[in-house]
């Protein structure tokens, strides 16, 4: 496997979470869920694995929320997945294409209606299909885009889109949304509150914070990485012990050491194959001695060397590891 530090997976490159993704199938069972946890540790890789691989009976749409920026675009986007989970069939039948019939010309009038109407509209025909299996919304970055919102249009709309949604969740006895945040939403609804407009919009979800790897997964994880980056060193299996502790078992800066140790490697090996070439001045060149294959020790303390600083997001716990 390649090291890909904050690309998207394949869903059989996602390790250690599959305990975590069959609690969160069994609480939407009968409940929306809340994943609240740092950037970077793994919350989307989860979502795109659940995406991939569906539990029977479930019908997953994803939508990457953290670029939204008004109540009317997060609206459409909802309205688009439910058409597009309906079909054609039963979008016919339902009230927002009534409506569209009825009363408007074309699709962009239908969409600038109010936005409260649009999204609510769609998850009543959505939870009036009869389908043989049940959507799931999964929002990503939730907080992101009620902040923006807040920012945009103001803490009145930004609350009534989560109280909105809180509604939906209330009545509609089937509606599931898997809500993933970065920066806590209760530092959002703090803003709410302070501004007067205290919402109630979590209470009802099951909250789940993601942690980093399981050791073992974490060594897994880094021995795959290693062996895909074809780095060389005297102990494989040390190494990746070596490099899953020092970063906390954080999938993210696993990912990121192994990167640095196959730039590193292959910068070594082009100053071998040029003092091969060159006639001899004496000078050594790069922190590892070349002639022999590196020890784990070795591997981490060159990617220290040669970490900037803030490379690490700061609520990363890797500073007692000698991280700056
Ligand atoms: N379970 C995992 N197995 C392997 N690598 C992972 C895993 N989770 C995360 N990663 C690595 O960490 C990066 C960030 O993960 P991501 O899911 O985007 O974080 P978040 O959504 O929490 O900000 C990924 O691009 C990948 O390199
Ligand atoms: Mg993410």
């Not at 990457?64 to 054609?88: I, P």
């Not at 194959?273 to 006639?279: F, K, N, T, V």
Request: hydrophobic share 35%; proline share 4%.
């Amino acid at each position: 496997m390649k090291a890909n530090p904050g690309g998207n997976l394949d869903p059989q490159q996602v390790y250690g979470r599959n305990d975590l993704i069959e609690l969160l199938w069994d609480r939407l069972e009968t409940q929306s869920i809340l994943i609240n946890a740092e950037r970077r540790i793994g919350k989307t890789q989860i979502l795109r694995k659940m995406l991939a691989e569906p539990r029977q009976g479930w019908k997953p749409i994803f939508r990457d929320l953290e670029k939204v920026h008004s109540a009317q675009e997060f609206a459409e986007l909802v309205y688009d997945d439910v058409q597009q989970f309906l079909g054609t069939k039963e979008r016919a039948k339902n009230f927002v294409q009534r409506f569209f019939e009825e009363h408007e010309t074309d699709h962009v009038n239908l969409k600038s209606r109010t936005w409260k109407k649009l999204l609510t509209s769609a998850i009543e025909d959505l939870m009036k299909a009869d389908r043989p299996e049940r959507l799931a919304f999964f929002w990503d970055e939730v907080p992101y885009m009620v902040e923006r919102i807040r920012h945009n249009d103001g803490p009145n709309v930004a609350a009534e889109i989560l109280d909105t949604v809180r509604s939906l969740r209330v009545e509609q006895e089937k509606f599931r949304v898997i809500f993933t945040g970065s920066i806590g939403l209760h530092h959002v609804l703090g803003k709410l509150t302070a501004a007067g407009i205290p919402t109630s919009a979590k209470n009802d979800m099951y909250h789940v914070t993601v942690t980093p790897l399981a050791p073992h997964d974490a060594e897994i994880l880094a021995t795959a990485l290693l062996n895909g980056e074809k780095i060389t060193c005297e102990d494989i299996e040390a190494a990746a012990s070596t490099i899953a502790a020092e970063v906390d078992y954080f999938p993210f800066y696993i990912h990121h050491v192994v990167a640095g140790l196959r730039v590193e490697q292959l910068s070594r090996q082009r100053n071998k194959r040029d003092r091969l070439r060159r006639p001899t001045t004496g000078r050594s060149s790069g922190s590892l001695a070349t002639g022999s294959l590196p020890n784990a020790a070795d591997l981490v303390l060159s990617q220290r060397q040669r970490r900037e600083p803030g490379d690490f997001h700061s609520g990363c716990s890797v500073t007692h590891a000698g991280f700056d």
